[in-house]
């Protein structure tokens, strides 16, 4: 099996711009990519990982560079199955929440993102293909229903939660425990915890 990580290298992360500079997002990009990982490395299965990324970059893992679009990129890994794809921002993946997807049987398991995105996927069948971007995670499953895959809709919190607007920190800053945590924490970011919901604020 492989798994797939793909990585905007180098301008990560734009709609984090109204609280973080573009060297913080990119240090905090790295900081998540890294958690995720953490995380796969945790899985108690047979894989090989790649960071499929826009440029390079330094991690622990075999990185490939393509800085061909999303889409283009990723369909080209999907020939040879299983592949799964695991965005780098999922900075609450757990190992065991990783664990459970890839050890799903379906031709295409499918975790979505909250607010329609496609946070990862295991493709058992070659006939799978991406159309990353918009409400991806609908138009992942008609794409399958086309294709006459079996699917399972991986219902995951912690694999649904991808780190995209300023308000989604307030989770990393909740629920996380790994280095994008630890890096919210050291560049000043605290919880906001007022009359409504929960914030990630910094002085
Ligand atoms: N290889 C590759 N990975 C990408 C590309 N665009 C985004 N990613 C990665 O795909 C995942 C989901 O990315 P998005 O949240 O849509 O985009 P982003 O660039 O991280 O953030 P925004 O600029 O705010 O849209 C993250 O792991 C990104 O690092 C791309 O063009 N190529
Ligand atoms: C790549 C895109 O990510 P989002 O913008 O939803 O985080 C998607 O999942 O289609």
Not at 43 to 52: G, H, I, K
Not at 192 to 201: K, P
Request: no cysteine; aromatic share 4%; charged share 25%.
């Amino acid at each position: 099996m492989h798994v797939v990580v793909p990585f905007s290298a180098d301008r990560p992360k734009t709609r984090l711009s109204a609280v973080l500079s573009a060297a913080e997002r990119r240090e905090f990009s790295n900081a998540m990519l890294a958690d995720v990982l953490d995380a796969l490395a945790g899985v108690d299965a047979a894989f090989d990982t790649t960071v499929l990324a826009t440029g390079p970059v330094e991690v622990d893992a075999t990185v490939a560079v393509d800085d061909r679009p999303l889409t283009t990129a990723v369909n080209d890994r999907l020939d040879s199955t299983p592949t799964a794809v695991v965005m780098a921002d999922l900075a609450l993946a757990s190992a065991d929440a990783l664990a459970d997807l890839l050890d799903s049987t379906a031709d295409l398991s499918i975790a979505a993102g909250l607010g329609g995105g496609t946070n990862a996927f295991l493709a058992r069948d070659p006939a799978f293909r991406v159309d990353y971007h918009g409400a991806s995670y609908r138009d992942h499953l008609a794409i399958a229903e086309d294709a006459g895959l079996s699917v399972r809709e991986v219902d995951s919190r912690l694999l649904a939660v991808d780190i995209d607007e300023p308000e989604d920190l307030a989770e990393v800053l909740l629920h996380g425990d790994g280095a994008a945590r630890d890096w919210l924490v050291d560049a000043g970011f605290e919880l906001d915890i007022g009359g409504g919901r929960v914030e990630a604020l910094r002085e």
